[in-house]
């Protein structure tokens, strides 16, 4: 990818389980964010963390960011079905440029 | 707010055509971007523009790429010649001083 890599490529859990995605980047940022997609649309924001953050709470997500490691997780607990999709982090340097990872395709078997 | 416009959602042409990709951003925000996305090189940044002025064009693949945005709220992505290698889903996004995107429907480009 043009700025970094998720991991894993690909996770199958089952309803009710948690799951967790991890993101790493190249450069320094202004703040990391997630977004979800599926299938055939376009991507949606589930989460901003600045880089003087540590963790963020939303719901069922949590955001992690380690800047000394340039890695963010995303957990997403008590899955749903619902929650299949493919999951993206994005970095957001001071200049306003938003570049993405490889994305994680999570599916949540009922 | 309509959100993100794209137009047209799905565009299948002949290699060697023009190919024009439009986007309307919401109101008011001062970012857009244009990416591509495929299986095999995932979602790249194209180009993004802070208020109307191209920021960052390095990921534009080649010189038949070019984008431009005349106004506030309207932006073109042309591919002139189009190559088979082209067809990706094209997606717009646009954002305010740093918020998070907000991308439209995509543009699902298929050259033959």
């Known amino acids: 990818s043009q700025q970094g890599e998720e991991d894993p490529q690909a996770l199958s859990i089952q309803e009710g389980e948690n799951a967790t995605m991890n993101c790493s980047y190249k450069?320094?940022?202004?703040?990391l964010q997630w977004y979800r997609q599926n299938s055939g649309r376009g991507l949606v924001h589930l989460i901003l963390?600045?880089?003087?953050?540590r963790e963020k709470h939303s719901g069922r997500l949590r955001v992690t960011l380690d800047t000394s490691k340039k890695s963010s997780s995303l957990l997403i607990t008590a899955s749903r079905a619902a929650d299949t999709a493919s999951y993206f982090c994005?970095?957001?340097?001071?200049?306003?440029?938003?570049?993405f990872g490889d994305g994680t395709t999570l599916t949540v078997k009922p | 707010d309509a959100g993100v416009i794209q137009s047209p959602r799905h565009e299948v042409t002949e290699m060697g055509q023009e190919v024009t990709l439009r986007c309307k951003p919401i109101?008011?925000?001062?970012?857009l971007f244009w990416y591509r996305q495929t299986m095999m090189r995932g979602l790249e940044l194209l180009i993004y523009?802070?208020?109307?002025?191209?920021?960052?064009d390095s990921g534009m693949p080649e010189d038949r790429f070019s984008a431009k945005m005349p106004n506030a709220s309207f932006s073109t992505l042309k591919i002139q010649p189009s190559e088979p290698r082209d067809s990706a889903v094209y997606f717009c996004?646009?954002?305010?001083?740093?918020?998070?995107?907000?991308f439209g429907n995509g543009t699902r480009l298929t050259v033959t």
């Open positions: 996004a646009s954002s305010f001083q740093g918020s998070p995107l907000h």
């Open positions: 450069t320094s940022i202004n703040n």
């Open positions: 963390i600045r880089s003087n953050e």
């Open positions: 994005a970095t957001v340097t001071n200049a306003g440029k938003s570049t």
């Open positions: 109101s008011g925000h001062d970012y």
């Open positions: 523009f802070n208020n109307n002025v191209p920021i960052d």
